[in-house]
């Protein structure tokens, strides 16, 4: 028997649902999209402002911290016939990198970072970009809809001038989709939710908050619903909430995640038999 037989699966993220879906069918799982992210892409004149300064080398050292965030500045240099000049750029620059997804992106465009994380966090990127002194220095910091303040006091306390770059923005996630991802929840109708993104943490539990079912929702997790993390940093982000029981990869890739499910599914099973 399949490992996730029968076994309802929601799957929070936006992107890659197919793929996603695919290998929890292939494990016998049923997928179902619950998109909780509301990621919404910034195609303004502004963005084209900074790929343009990105294009003309005029930062010292250039911070990229999302897969999706390269992606975009990628695709908006196409749009303006400035790709070529871009990657001519960065291969120039010195770069630091959060995240696999972001050096994985900068790999297919040829661009390897001099500084990386160690584990995935922006706590991991500091560690390491500590190493450097960016000191007078002008940095392009591009984030991810979402505050990094640690990152932006380290920068000023090192006397760096920065420049926000936002390729995109979190907007709050449909409400009915919500809604109905809650419902389930708390009606037994899901035996595992996977969060690919600690924005989708935090829009459940704040929409939860809001319907005064934080309570409930954490009882969920507790007692029957599994949390599926994609990596270990999402996976913090659930601890924070105060979930305590959270499976997640040693590397974060999504199909390690499926299979780390199946193995946990696959145990309990035989913990049930004897």
């Not at 290998?23 to 892409?41: F, K, W």
């Not at 959060?98 to 994380?117: C, F, S």
Request: charged share 25%; glycine share 6%; aromatic share 6%.
């Amino acid at each position: 028997m399949k490992k996730l037989a029968g076994k309802k699966v929601a799957i929070l993220g936006s992107r890659k649902i197919e793929d996603i879906s695919k290998l929890m069918e292939n494990q016998g799982g049923i997928a179902v999209s619950r998109p909780a992210q509301g990621t919404a892409l910034l195609k303004d004149e502004k963005l084209q402002d900074h790929v343009e300064m990105l294009t003309e080398c005029s930062f010292d050292w250039i911070i990229f911290t999302t897969g999706i965030g390269v992606e975009t500045i990628y695709q908006t240099a196409l749009e303006m016939n400035r790709s070529d000049a871009l990657i001519s750029s960065l291969q120039k620059a010195r770069i630091a990198s959060r995240g696999y997804k972001t050096a994985h992106t900068l790999k297919k465009l040829n661009i390897t970072p001099e500084v990386r994380d160690d584990d995935g966090s922006m706590a991991g990127l500091l560690r390491e970009l500590s190493a450097h002194s960016l000191d007078g220095m002008k940095v392009a910091l591009q984030l991810h809809g979402d505050p990094a303040p640690h990152l932006k006091q380290w920068l000023e306390n090192n006397h760096a001038e920065y420049e926000e770059i936002l390729p995109y923005i979190h907007i709050p996630p449909e409400k009915k989709v919500m809604n109905l991802l809650l419902s389930e929840l708390l009606d037994g109708k899901l035996d595992s939710v996977f969060f690919t993104s600690t924005p989708q943490v935090r829009n459940l539990f704040s929409f939860a908050r809001k319907n005064n079912a934080e309570d409930e929702l954490k009882t969920c997790f507790s007692d029957r619903v599994v949390a599926l993390s994609v990596g270990k940093v999402t996976a913090q982000a659930l601890h924070e909430e105060g979930i305590a029981r959270v499976i997640f990869p040693e590397v974060e890739r999504i199909g390690s995640a499926v299979i780390e499910l199946a193995r946990f599914y696959a145990e309990e099973d035989i913990r049930t038999d004897v």
